[in-house]
């Protein structure tokens, strides 16, 4: 018998997310979608940025969920928030 190398499937990687909607980005900040709509609602989260019909936050740059939570997720009516 003559031994062949098995070759591992090649898996495409992720599409690149340059923003989250509201059910993904409540995940990812580790919270219930209900939870993240009352924090957008009561201005503790940075607002989204409406494309077409959908609400969505980007993720990086100084308005982005990273920055938001590198800087201590300060209140968007704060002045401080990104």
Not at 61 to 67: D, E, I, K, V, W
């Amino acid at each position: 018998m003559s031994a062949t190398a098995q070759v591992p499937p090649t898996i495409a990687p992720p599409p690149l997310r340059l923003a989250l909607g509201a059910r993904e980005a409540a995940e990812a900040c580790g919270v219930s979608l209900r939870s993240w709509r009352r924090l957008v609602a009561t201005g503790q989260i940075p607002p989204g940025l409406r494309i077409g019909g959908r609400i969505v936050w980007p993720l990086d740059g100084p308005r982005g969920l990273r920055a938001w939570l590198d800087g201590g997720c300060m209140p968007a009516d704060d002045g401080r928030a990104p």
